[in-house]
C-alpha cells in the first residue's frame, strides 16, 4: 500500500513539475514577445517637433492583395485583361476620361501628403539606391528618349520609381488596376496617395501623435548585440481630422492585424500590420478617439 502512495506521489509531482515547467515556458514567450516603442519614438520625435507620438509601428505596414469590397469586381473582370494590362482599356475600367488630367490629379493628394517631398532634390534623395522601374525595350536600332516631363513630375516620377521611358498615366493606371481590392480605386485620393508611398516603399511603419497619421521609412530594429544607425524619415503625413474611422479586426493568421482606414474624401485603403499583440494594442490605444469596429478582446 505505501509502495503504491510512493508510486502516486512521484506521479503527482511529475505532473505538477511539467504544469509549473509549462507555465514557466509560457511566462517566458510572453516576455519574449512583450515589446516596447521607446527605441523608436525617441528616433522619430526629433522630426515631428511639437507633436505628442503616441505609438510608432515596429513592422512594415502592407497593402493586402484582396479587399472583400472589390470581390464583386474581380468577378467582371476579363483575365486576358488582367495579363494584358492595355492602358486604354485600363482607363476606362478606372473611369480616368482625360489621362493627362488625371496624372495632375494624382499630384494633388501627393502634394498634400508629402509636402516639400515633391522638390526635385529631395525627391532625388528619397529615390538614391533603388533600381529604377523598366520600361519595355525600344525596337531594334531605335533610339531611347525619355518622355518630355515638367519638374514636379520629374520628382514624382522619381520619388515612386516610375520608368521615364513610359507615359506616367499609363503606369499609374497599372498601379491602380493592381490594386483595386486593397483601396477605393483612386489614385487621386488620400487612400491612393498613401498607397503610392506603400506600393514604392519597404519598412514603413505607421506613426500616430495628437495631430497626424506619419508613414515612416525607417526599418526594422536590429539585434540587441548590434548598433542602432536606423535614420527614419517622414514619407507621408495626413491631419487626424481628416481620419473619418479605422475600422480594425483579428487577422486570419498569426500575428497579422488588417485595418481599414477611411478619409474624409471618401476614400480608404486596407492595410496589414504584421505585428504582436503588444504592437497592435498600443496603435488602437493610440486611435481610440477616432470610431470604427475594434477586435474583441
Not at 494624382?106 to 522638390?119: D, F, K, M, N, Y
Not at 474624409?264 to 500590420?273: A, K, L, M, Q, Y
Amino acid at each position: 500500500m505505501s509502495e503504491g502512495r510512493s508510486r502516486l506521489g512521484r506521479l503527482t509531482d511529475a505532473v505538477l513539475g511539467g504544469a509549473r515547467a509549462a507555465r514557466e515556458k509560457a511566462r517566458e514567450l510572453r516576455d519574449e514577445f512583450r515589446t516596447t516603442d521607446e527605441p523608436e519614438r525617441a528616433l522619430v520625435a526629433p522630426l515631428l517637433p511639437g507633436e505628442e507620438i503616441r505609438y510608432v509601428g515596429l513592422a512594415p505596414v502592407r497593402a493586402p492583395e484582396n479587399h472583400r469590397a472589390g470581390s464583386q469586381l474581380a468577378d467582371r473582370v476579363n483575365a486576358e485583361l488582367a495579363e494584358a494590362l492595355d492602358p486604354r482599356a485600363l482607363f476606362g475600367l478606372l473611369n480616368i476620361v482625360n489621362p493627362v488630367a488625371w496624372v495632375d490629379a494624382v499630384l494633388t493628394p501627393v502634394r498634400i501628403a508629402a509636402g516639400a517631398l515633391l522638390l526635385p532634390g529631395k525627391a532625388a534623395v528619397l529615390a538614391a539606391g533603388t533600381p529604377e522601374a523598366a520600361g519595355p525595350e525600344p525596337a531594334p536600332g531605335a533610339p531611347r528618349e525619355p518622355l518630355p516631363l515638367t519638374d514636379e513630375q520629374e520628382a514624382f516620377r522619381a520619388l515612386f520609381r516610375l520608368s521615364r521611358y513610359r507615359p506616367l498615366a499609363d503606369q499609374l493606371a497599372e498601379i491602380a488596376y493592381r490594386r483595386r481590392y486593397v483601396f477605393s480605386g483612386d489614385l487621386a485620393t488620400l487612400a491612393g496617395s498613401l498607397l503610392l508611398f506603400l506600393e514604392r516603399y519597404t519598412g514603413t511603419p505607421l506613426a500616430v501623435t495628437d495631430t497626424h497619421l506619419h508613414l515612416l521609412r525607417m526599418g526594422r530594429r536590429p539585434d540587441p548585440d548590434r548598433e542602432d544607425r536606423r535614420r527614419p524619415q517622414v514619407l507621408w503625413s495626413v491631419p487626424r481630422q481628416r481620419v473619418v474611422r479605422i475600422e480594425s479586426e483579428h487577422g486570419a493568421r498569426l500575428m497579422q492585424f488588417p485595418s481599414t482606414i477611411v478619409f474624409d474624401d471618401g476614400s480608404w485603403i486596407r492595410i496589414v500590420n504584421p505585428a504582436t499583440r503588444d504592437d497592435q494594442a498600443r496603435f488602437l490605444a493610440a486611435v481610440r478617439e477616432l470610431p470604427g469596429a475594434r477586435p474583441a478582446a
